[in-house]
């Protein structure tokens, strides 16, 4: 009797799972209204539990955590695929990485391989997360896996494991459609979120997956660096509002030389499918060949430099969620490679114009994403076989051509820089290796402990391109006629971008690859810490300064060498730090201790000629206008331990600056947005998409206050363009009285540009003064990432006014990696001035110190211009 009630309660429970599986909720049921509709939204959170509650009703979805956004909060992935391949995910996973990293497979292994495995084609959605229509898409295209019985998509399912990053920007999805909602209803429904959307670095998220410097980019990254392999990938975005509706690859030119052709084929391939699927199913305006080039590797789709076919689509956009009406003498053609808007070969049947909606760009997302998988399944055979065909043929060149390796020396002049170029790697899925023994190779000696990268990787596109100085491929749009220029910069070199130095090897060597260990865990110069007791961290350590600065944040006393100081056969510059124990604050100690990863100074000397230095207080000014230069500053100094307050420019009317900062700051921004909110533009003004409420600036008042807390003593350093806000006549207001002055500097950028000077963001060659205290640490040259502008020239100052030219362009070989033309006009002028006026001191840098958290080598002209001496 037991038995037979135990069978039936099995009975029950099987046949209620079975039911289960024809029970999924449907979208609208669970957010209360159709993904899509106009002006409704859901959150980050909703969207994570929708696709947890179809993975427990739906055997063909399943969620992985794969990390945290910089903000916390978890990000996923949801495989969708058939029952028996999301049971399976382990063994496929296993053989998508044969696939993608071993060489060696012998026929039969490989053609298993390609048997039993399926395509994962992994997709990103709105990492830009002004872009909502991919992330709100996504819960329709799960629903309609997860309920197909459609026999064609249960076939592709059968074929095809789809990893959906249902948002690859959690914190910043969460922001718009908080701002959104919040003035939804009001006159400015739809308006620009008055900040990034995102914790740090807002739209330049996706200019981070060289360096990965955010946890969310770094999650995304593992996943085809280190975890998943996929073959495919789709990363997507929103556009302009009044060109295409759609952006399919391919890509306009310039193309990046280090990727094989097979893989822009292949890439063609998936373009080519959507163009056609989705005009054939009636979607007007799918473009091609059009404004996106493939040029560069900072974004998302820096894994076609690790073989796989990896693209981006762009829709149209609204306004947010507010559908917009597009009247047809509105319509036009914009960026490369389509001139009119017309019917053209990239653009076969252009849409019309009229009411563009949430809704639409929803439909042609869901449009698109089938389009994507049914082309994996049809070639899902080709697709397994060029993954490893890829790995074997890049090995075998790496084997065969040269370069064969890079060999970076250990002894460096800053090894905390040369210990994140390993670790980066390593986060990138490269293998590095040590030599174990001294090799000469070329007349040069190599020492045990240099650091090898080996070219015969399968990732060897991607070393390639990162370890070498770029050469923009110029392409012109008829011959002898105008650049193609590039979409964004065009120096990322990892060596040249840090001043590490690396050589490329043109010499296969035997003993060599017989001299080789492989980096395994975190790579570390730090040896056992010294028995004597002060520490000294060198000033010419990027990571010397990230540790003092940690150790003021926890309250332990640091000092700065005065003279440089001679310890055995080393020699600390000045400005080296110097941090004493305190019995009282051991932990912190170890702390500071445990975050170094070179090798610090240790001395039993006590009495050494050094100061005391403390942190500035430091105002950071942050515009409300998407400020990302302003966010990357923020984030650099989070993780080098800085403290500062934000300041918006509207704040400084208000605002004690002389009492409450010591230091003012001015990432890269336009003079006139910095003064009124608005841009300007051939003398007019342009107010965008911002809430009157932000759309304001320093206004006189606020500069005045500026000029006053100069007048003080304070300093003020400034980059790019907020340099020429301190040009020409300026004013300090006294109680009774006004001084009118000029520092004495101007800005040559606007005339050296109308003779021709062009430069789209590159890395250029400047001489350092190395005498002066902005240099400590420094070695004479170093390459600065620039757009040309501002160029400075200095005058002889008058009363009390001084001036030093910290860094000047050398007349000859002045491009050390990019593009550049005409730059020989910027020879012999000023990168880098400091000025002093009375007791308040000016640095202004023609170049962004901090840019994109990439330029390493410039970073301590930043540091020390934080820390200097205010009494001067
Ligand atoms: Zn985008």
Redesign the pocket.
Known sequence: MKRILLLLILAVAITGLAAQEGNVTPPADFFGFKPGTDRKLFTYEKLVSYLQQLDAESDRIKMEKIGESPMGKPMYIAFISSPENIRNLEALREINRELALNPALDQEALEGMVDRGRVFVLATLS??AS?VAPAQAAALVAHEFATTTDPEKLEWLDHVVYMMVPSHNPDGMDMIVEYYNKNLGTPYEGASLPRVYHKYVG?DN?RDFIILTQEDNRAISRIYSQTWFPQAMV?K???GSTSARYFVPPYHDPIAENIPAAIFQWIGVFGQHMATDMTLDGLAGVSQHYSFDNYWPGSTETCQWKNVIGF?T?AASVQTATPIYVEPTELRAGGKGLSEYKKSTNMLLPWEGGWWRLGDIVEYELVSTRSIIKTASLHRQEILELRNRMCREQVELGRNEAPFYYILPVTQHDPGELVNLVNLMKEHGVELFTLTQQVELGGRLYRPGDVVIPLAQSFRPFIKEVMEKQEFPERHYTPGGTLVEPYDITSWSLPLHRNVISHEIDIRSKVLEESLDPIKGDYSLLQEPGSEQVLILPVNVNESYRAAFHAMELGLKVERLRQPLKEGNTEYGRGSFVVRPDNRKQEQWQQVIDEISFNPGWTGETALDSEPVQMPRIGLVETYFHDMDAGWTRYLFDSYHIPFTVLHPDQFKETDLAGEFDVLLFPDNSKSVLMTGKQQSGGEYYLGSYHPDVVKGMEKEGFEKLMSFSDQGGIILAWGRSATLFEGVLKIKKKDSEEEFQLPFRDLSPDLAKSGLYIPGSLVRIDLATDHPLTDGMTGHIGVFTRGRPVFRTSVPLFDMDRRVIGTYPEKDLLMSGYASGEEKMGNTAAMIWMRKGKGQFVLYGFNPQFRASTQAAYKLLFNGLLLDRSL
């Open positions: 990492m830009h872009e739209h996706n990363e975005h929103q556009m981006l762009e």
